[in-house]
């Protein structure tokens, strides 16, 4: 392998602007260049009779240049005349260069690929690809591949690299045999040629689709480096060292005792696997995910009593203040009364308040803590932390949770992460295969399933007096908007002109407001009024999408829902049907929906089912937008489909472990095929 140059060594002159380019495509040596492969391909081994080009199908005509000349109206263009011995093509160029002329003068012969389409003229052929062509020029023996590109990086630039990179690459296969023989995959050196050069009887189809057995190589092969370099993640955070703290079963064991409910079979599950994983001397790295209201909250509170029984101290830090305020009343009202303290601590404290907080944090003396990122400020000492607990892990970046892990000298605070957004299957076996995973896959007994209703934004009118009839009944409702001011380019509805709309409509009803731009403190005193039923209405934005739980509130209403993700609708939906009230959700949007718009709509109508909707989710935004707010450096997967190639993604899973068990210099060199120096393992 030749490289041209790498991340870890950069050149000391000024890189050529072929080379910049290639960089920007993150090509950076050979093994990068023949990992770029083509979107698709044309067929350049054929000539077509101009007179049996078939109107829009891209074909290959020879001709000779009858005539000639640049047309000025309706606009500036160069107009060819093209001739076989079957008929006659115009071709029309509407930028050109001198170079274009002087290539189509009369008399020259040339071929011209393109598509044929009827045109003012008569059949036509817009912005061919054209090509001089002498007595002795012969057809390409192979289908001519287009690549992905970047500006000022012509195809022929990048054919001719990849051409060079074939010739002098090492092309060795780095797949055991028996693993080959077993997938049925054909060779790496063999896939390689026929994707970047594939025969003339190469069927489109299985090549542009990725079906081909050539294209299954490269994905299984993209699959397993993935999960190579995730294992080595999972296998270097075990090296480090840390506290382990036992299960001694007291703390816990009051805290079940008074609990008003029971674990359901996946909430005992979960708590099991977490105390294992507390008692190893090597970091936990657990993701605990589950529904929205499956009871996250009683699973982490268990650990963090866990880490308490052994001296140590264990954090809890969520992404907004009204999610980390809601944990810390919920842990305060189960933990109270056992004589334990809950150390609150947020931006918008008053600075006597922040101050009493962190001298206790000082002093070792509070041993359960609760925040937002305050957490993480350097005034804040944790030096006994044994546990990291983050909620809603996704929004925060990877530098503010490793941020919360450093907290300790030394040795490595274990580790839980919490998501109320399911992860469906395939995306966690292909992204998630650096940590461990506990699923809460029920729901605890007694929540009321939501009813889910579309209605088009001109019946407003009847959706406001449901609310007053609820009410009425003495329940209270949501009204969440996407924007706080007015945006003329989305025209949106916003929160503030709704706010002020109810509070006319239902003036015998209490209207709050809360939004992200309110201060801490106004926030709080928002949604303390309407968790003690002071507010019936309470108009929002998404900040209330997370960690809100009023059991009174059976009534969601959210404005332009074609405007959401359909994980964010879910998530919205999630704040009602908390007590044992018949709850709905009334889904208002306008029309004409975009077909995103209404695929999400039709999902989010169909299903209350989680999993389920994270899987249509996947399906509709694709594993990079899915998983990209996790901002871990996770390798993204270019060429493998999570759901076509479900079978390569559990292949590659087992003989990830495999080879790094048998053949470790195998996988380290496929390694860096695929990945080179840039490593890209998950650090949090």
């Known amino acids: 392998m030749q490289p041209m140059t790498t991340p870890e060594a950069p050149p000391k002159k000024k890189p050529s602007a072929l080379t910049g380019r290639l960089h920007k495509l993150g090509l950076y040596c050979d093994a990068d260049i023949l990992l770029h492969l083509p979107l698709r391909y044309e067929d350049e081994t054929q000539l077509t009779p101009i007179r049996e080009a078939a109107p829009g199908t891209p ?96 195809q022929s630039a990048l054919r001719k690299l990849v051409v060079r990179a074939l010739e002098r690459a090492n092309l060795n296969d780095l797949l055991p045999k028996e693993l080959r023989a077993s997938l049925k995959l054909p060779g790496w050196e063999r896939s390689l040629r026929f994707l970047h050069q594939p025969p003339p009887n190469a069927s489109l189809m299985a ?27 999972y296998m270097e955070r075990r090296a480090h060292a840390a506290s382990p703290l036992l299960a001694q079963g007291t703390l816990c064991g009051r805290l079940l005792e008074v609990l008003p409910f029971a674990l359901t079979g996946a909430q005992a599950r979960a708590v099991d696997e977490i105390a294992r994983d507390l008692a190893q001397n090597y970091p936990m790295q657990r993701l605990l995910q589950g529904d929205v209201g499956s009871g996250k909250t009683i699973v982490a509170a268990l650990a963090m009593l866990q880490a308490a029984e052994n001296g140590m101290q264990a954090a809890l830090m969520a992404p907004t203040e009204i999610l980390a305020e809601q944990h810390y009343r919920k842990l305060d009202s189960w933990l109270r009364p056992l004589g334990l303290e809950v ?45 990291a607990v983050v909620d809603e892990q996704h929004r925060f970046g990877v530098r503010q949770r490793l941020a919360l892990r450093e907290k300790v000298n030394g040795r490595l605070p274990h580790m839980l992460m919490m998501s109320a ?30 009813v ?38 989305l025209q949106l509805q916003t ?24 201060k801490p403190t106004e926030k709080a005193e928002v949604m303390d009024a309407f968790i003690r039923n002071e507010t019936q209405v309470l108009v929002a934005t998404t900040v209330i999408e997370v960690g809100v739980d009023v059991p009174n509130a059976s009534l969601m209403v959210i404005e332009h829902a074609e405007r959401f993700g359909l994980a964010q609708l879910h998530q919205l939906r999630g704040r009602v049907g908390r007590g044992a009230a018949a709850s709905s959700c009334v889904l208002i949007y306008a029309s004409p929906l975009s077909e995103n718009g209404r695929a999400r709509l039709k999902a989010i109508y169909e299903t209350n089912d989680g999993f389920e909707i994270a899987r249509r989710d996947l399906h509709l935004r694709g594993p990079g937008e899915f ?31 495999e080879m790094l068990a048998r053949f470790p210099d195998a996988a380290e060199a496929l390694h860096t095929r695929w990945y080179g120096g840039r490593s890209q393992l998950l650090r949090a």
Request: aromatic share 6%.
């Open 343 to 387: 150390v609150w601590l947020s931006g918008s404290q008053k600075k006597r308040e922040r101050k009493v907080m962190l001298e206790k944090l000082d002093a070792g003396d509070a041993l359960l803590i609760v925040g937002t990122h305050a957490l993480i400020e350097d005034s804040v000492a944790l030096d006994k932390l044994g546990l």
């Open 421 to 450: 957004t399911p992860i469906p299957r395939t995306l966690a076996m292909s992204y998630m295969a650096d940590l461990d995973v506990s699923v809460l896959d029920e729901l605890p007994p007694g929540r009321t399933p939501i």
């Open 207 to 233: 090549l542009e689709d990725r079906s081909h057995p050539a294209w299954r190589r490269i994905k299984f092969e993209e699959l397993l480096a993935q999960q190579i370099s995730l294992r080595k993640a």
């Open 495 to 518: 929160a503030v002109d709704t706010y002020e709309v109810l509070a006319t409509e239902l003036a015998e009803l209490k209207v709050g407001l809360v939004h992200g731009r309110l």
């Open 59 to 154: 074909v290959q005509v020879e001709g000779e240049v009858e005539h000639a000349e640049i047309v000025l109206r309706p606009r500036r263009q160069l107009v060819v005349k093209l001739r076989d011995d079957s008929g006659m093509l115009i071709l029309r160029f509407l930028n050109f260069y001198p170079s274009i002329q002087k290539a189509l003068e009369s008399g020259k012969r040339v071929r011209a690929f393109g598509e044929v389409r009827s045109g003012f003229w008569g059949e036509e052929m817009i912005h061919p690809r054209i090509q001089g062509v002498t007595d002795s020029a012969e057809l390409p023996q192979a289908l001519t591949p287009v690549y992905p590109t970047t500006a000022g990086l012509v």
């Open 627 to 657: 998983i990209g707010a996790r901002q871990s450096g996770v390798p993204l997967l270019r060429y493998a489909d999570l759901e076509m190639d479900i079978d390569l993604v559990e292949s590659a899973r087992q003989a990830a472990d």
């Open 452 to 489: 889910t209703k579309l209605v088009a934004d001109t019946r407003r009118d009847q959706v406001i007096e449901r609310i007053r009839d609820a009410c009425r009944e003495g329940r209270q409702a949501y009204w969440v908007c996407p924007l706080i001011e007015e945006s003329e380019a």
